[in-house]
Structures are given as structure tokens and as C-alpha cells.
């Protein structure tokens, strides 16, 4: 069974601060993908960045970046130079890559890691 | 583009009471998806569409709740009866059809509270 562990439940920071959120996954599959999903205050998930297992290299996009170690099936996403705009719930998400079985595509969320950025 | 359009976006019932939920998907995306939020807690699926077919549906209590995807566009999710215990918000997702998971785009969502 596929799990999706954010240990972080809470983090509070100050603008400008650079914070990490941990992601930690399990799965028996040998090819899955990984997603990050942001869901502000309004309440709509918003696509942040999908990675299959097959690509460690790590991504940065503006502010952004993701650190991907299938080592330690750990997927950690850093937001350098924190804004009050970024606080929102952060998710994780698994799913497997397996066309034609039931779960393809099923997405497996984290409890997500609640970040307030403070002026 | 028009992202994934969710209605209504609140719904207060009594419990006993039937309630439905449409969704309308990100056009061209041939999959679609209903999750279920508890507060606190990321998103669980409850059944997910590959056109009209419901391919997924192994976490739908289908006792209560029932969905379709009439003509494989526009989606219907329903509960009869509701329980106080389904007070939660309902997202739909949509995602373009493939030999890989690709992102799911979300609508915003429908807050049920039964009371």
C-alpha cells in the first residue's frame, strides 16, 4: 500500500525566511510519480510540480525548488525567501504508474503541512 | 482555458436528506476524479472516471453515495441519505487521459455540512 508521511504539521516563519517542508513516501512500486499541490486559504488545490521515479535531478522553478533522494524516498520541497502569499496547506502526493490497474492515477495525499509566513 | 467548475461551492442539509454535486472538468480532460476532505487532512478518493467509465470506485460507500459521468463530460455526485458524518468538502479533479499519471487540476470545491 502506498503512504504519504508529512511530519511537519505547523511551521511558522518570517518573510524572507527560507523554509523546507519534508515529505517521506512509501510504495512498493518501482515507478511512480510525486506531486506537490498548494491549497490557500480559498480552498482549490493548485499543481505545483509532478516527478517520476526515474528523474533524481533536482528542480527549481523561480522561488521554488524540490529535492528529490529515492535513497531515502524522501521528496522535500524549499521555498527560498518566504512571502506572506505563500502561506497556505502544502501536499504531498503519491501516485503509481501502472497503466490498466485499478489505482492508476490514484493519488495519495500526505495530511499536508500547514505554513504561515508572518510579515 | 476554464479551469475544473464545481457547484454549488456550500450546501447545508439535515441529515436524512439527499444531496448532489456537479462537476464540470477542464475540456479535452477525459479523467475525472471525486475526493473527499476532511478537515485537517489531505484529499481521498472516492471514485474516478476514465470517460463514463467509473474504473475506480473501490472507496465509494455505495450504500449512500453514487456517482455518474453521463456522455464521459459533466460529472454528479450523490448522497441519499446523508449522514453527519459526511460533512466535509467534496473536490473534483480532472486530468487528461494517457500511459502515465499526469497532474490533476481541482475545482474549488463543495462544502457539505449536514446537521
Known amino acids: 500500500a502506498q503512504k504519504v508521511t508529512q511530519a511537519q504539521t505547523e511551521i511558522s516563519v518570517v518573510e524572507k525566511e527560507d523554509v523546507t517542508l519534508d515529505c517521506v513516501y512509501e510504495?512498493?512500486?518501482?515507478?511512480?510519480?510525486l506531486f506537490w499541490y498548494k491549497q490557500p486559504p480559498s480552498g482549490e488545490l493548485v499543481f505545483l510540480i509532478r516527478?517520476?521515479?526515474?528523474?533524481?535531478q533536482n528542480e527549481i522553478s523561480g522561488r521554488y525548488s524540490w529535492n528529490f533522494q529515492k535513497s531515502t524516498s524522501s521528496f522535500n520541497f524549499t521555498i527560498t525567501a518566504s512571502q506572506v502569499v505563500d502561506s497556505a496547506v502544502y501536499f504531498c502526493?503519491?501516485?503509481?504508474?501502472?497503466?490498466?490497474?485499478?489505482?492508476?492515477?490514484?493519488?495519495?495525499f500526505g495530511q499536508g503541512t500547514i505554513l504561515t509566513v508572518h510579515p | 482555458e476554464a479551469g475544473v467548475v464545481q457547484s454549488p461551492r456550500y450546501k447545508i442539509i439535515e441529515k436524512k436528506q439527499p444531496v448532489a454535486f456537479w462537476c464540470n472538468p477542464i475540456?479535452?480532460?477525459?479523467?475525472l476524479y471525486w475526493y473527499l476532505q476532511n478537515l485537517g487532512q489531505g484529499p481521498e478518493l472516492l471514485i474516478r472516471?476514465?470517460?463514463?467509465?467509473?474504473?475506480?470506485d473501490s472507496q465509494l460507500p455505495k450504500d449512500r453515495f453514487s456517482a455518474e459521468r453521463l456522455k464521459g463530460v459533466d460529472s454528479t455526485l450523490k448522497i441519499q441519505p446523508a449522514e453527519l458524518g459526511d460533512s466535509a468538502v467534496y473536490l473534483c479533479?480532472?486530468?487528461?487521459?494517457?500511459?502515465?499519471?499526469?497532474?490533476?487540476?481541482f475545482g474549488p470545491g463543495t462544502r457539505l455540512t449536514v446537521t
Open positions: 479533479a480532472s486530468s487528461r487521459a494517457g500511459g502515465t499519471p499526469y497532474e490533476q487540476y
Open positions: 510504495t512498493r512500486d518501482t515507478t511512480y510519480y
Open positions: 516527478r517520476n521515479s526515474f528523474d533524481e
Open positions: 502526493a503519491l501516485s503509481e504508474a501502472g497503466a490498466g490497474g485499478t489505482s492508476y492515477g490514484k493519488l495519495t
Open positions: 475540456s479535452g480532460h477525459n479523467t
Open positions: 472516471y476514465e470517460n463514463e467509465e467509473a474504473v475506480d
